[in-house]
């Protein structure tokens, strides 16, 4: 059983080492800049706002991580019931 070397392409950060908490800390991801055929993210930790990271997505690889999400689909889903007559 191997595994499939893609399926880690568009990996995301959830939490990363920060220097100034010694701590793994979760991180939020922020929009850097935006370029014809990439965009730079930065990771920011929770703790204390220090970049911790950074991300770069060509242009490629976001296409193909819209390519691969499953649209939502509205089957299945009920209208609420009122409990009231």
Do not use: W
């Not at 499939?4 to 959830?14: D, L």
């Not at 920060?18 to 930065?42: F, H, I, N, Q, T």
């Amino acid at each position: 059983m191997g595994i499939e070397m893609n399926q880690f392409e568009n990996f995301t950060a959830s939490s990363l080492y920060c220097g100034k908490c010694r701590a793994a800390m979760p991180v939020r991801e922020r929009l850097l800049l935006v370029l014809p055929d990439k965009e730079l993210y930065d990771y920011l930790c929770t703790g204390c706002a220090s970049s911790v990271g950074s991300r770069e997505v060509t242009a490629g690889e976001k296409m193909m991580a819209q390519a691969m999400e499953v649209p939502h689909s509205r089957r299945g889903r009920r209208a609420p019931i009122s409990l009231h007559s």
